[in-house]
């Protein structure tokens, strides 16, 4: 068991739509102080999933792709990993599509309420996984690392891709030429009509992430 952050974790759940992969994760499990679950399949409704890992352990470890091997589920894992932190089961994004162009933006939607995305070869190690819930449950209770908290700063649009319904925009308080992309669809309808190259908008972003892929937008419409 372990117990951080007034979180007690015995159990451990795996949603990923490949077995072998699933029985993989299990083993690095065992060899840590938790015990695994494996989720199997089919997973329909997004919110089912979540009562179903939340009925059988207290954390979770999940991929983001869940359709590759079949139809084992009918959401990605990024919106299952982060319906479950916003309702207080610690929950990991391990995926091999992390940094990954085009499932970033998809990806990025949900960061905000992803406290923890790594790639499947950062937990190879138990310590790996025990730091990883331990980062993930001090956030659930309210204590932001200096690269996850966020900052009210300005977003420039730099690009629009119709064919993608995806915009691009930079942040000049961390890196003024490296540009992030996010879907259109995540942008508020009320500033949808407005995301024209060179608009700005404030936003809440976490400033203080080291690397592009782990920086979120939270729009702000007041």
């Known amino acids: 068991m372990l117990e951080v952050s007034g979180h007690q ?21 065992e060899a840590s102080p938790l015990s695994p679950f494996l989720v199997r399949g089919p997973l329909v409704e997004l919110e089912d999933a979540h009562r179903l890992i939340q009925s059988e352990a207290q954390g979770c470890i999940c991929d983001h792709q869940l359709q590759a091997k079949g139809p084992y589920a009918h959401f990605h894992g990024a919106a299952l990993a982060a319906w479950n932190n916003q309702h207080a089961l610690p929950s990991i994004l391990c995926t091999q599509y992390f940094g990954k ?31 990883a819930f331990k980062a993930c449950a001090s956030e659930l209770n309210g204590l932001f690392s200096p690269t996850r908290r966020s900052w ?21 308080a961390w890196q003024v030429d490296d540009s992030i992309r996010v879907r259109i669809d995540d942008v508020p309808g009320i500033l949808r009509d407005k995301m024209k190259v060179g608009y700005r908008s404030f936003v809440r972003a976490n400033i203080g992430a080291t690397q592009r892929e782990l920086l979120y937008i939270d729009w702000q419409t007041e």
């Open 9 to 29: 974790i015995e159990t451990v759940a795996i949603v990923d739509d490949d077995p072998a992969s699933r029985s993989s994760l299990a083993m690095c499990v």
């Open 101 to 131: 162009d085009a499932q970033m933006p998809l990806i990025r939607a949900h960061l905000k309420n992803l406290p923890v995305l790594c790639t499947p070869e950062q937990l190879e190690e138990p310590e790996d996984i025990v730091e």
């Open 152 to 172: 009210r700063t300005q977003v420039v649009v730099e690009a629009l891709d119709p064919n993608d319904r995806t915009v691009s925009v930079s942040l000049p």
